[in-house]
């Protein structure tokens, strides 16, 4: 169980030590040599709403970094769990990314 404690502690090491944690996500690929082939970014909603042309502007700068091409796919429906589904079972080599933006929350007056 995380105590207050333990989440003060955990809160000033990660502020004291920020290069700990981020050397500890790099380990994974160390030779940087990462996309040598084009990335699939599933958006899960239809195309042309926020979501996607939030997603489009992301993936062209993507790219840019990369120097790899990003491609957007809209897999959208069943309240979003089509697209969730299919980049579940994708392969897990980290080529085929879940687009997941939240819109501001609707208030009632």
């Not at 004291?16 to 040598?36: E, S, Y």
């Not at 699939?40 to 997603?55: C, E, F, H």
Request: charged content about 20%.
């Amino acid at each position: 169980m995380l105590t207050r404690r333990h989440l003060i502690a955990f809160s000033a090491a990660s502020a004291l030590a920020p290069n700990l944690f981020v050397r500890a996500t790099r380990a994974q690929n160390p030779k940087g040599d990462f996309p040598n082939k084009p990335v699939r970014l599933i958006v899960p909603v239809a195309a042309g709403g926020p979501t996607d042309i939030v997603a489009r502007m992301l993936a062209e700068k993507l790219s840019k970094m990369w120097g790899q091409q990003v491609v957007i796919e809209n897999k959208g429906g069943a309240g979003t769990n089509i697209g969730n589904e299919y980049v579940a079972q994708s392969d897990p080599d980290g080529y085929t990314v879940l687009s997941r933006f939240c819109s501001p929350p609707h208030r009632s007056r």
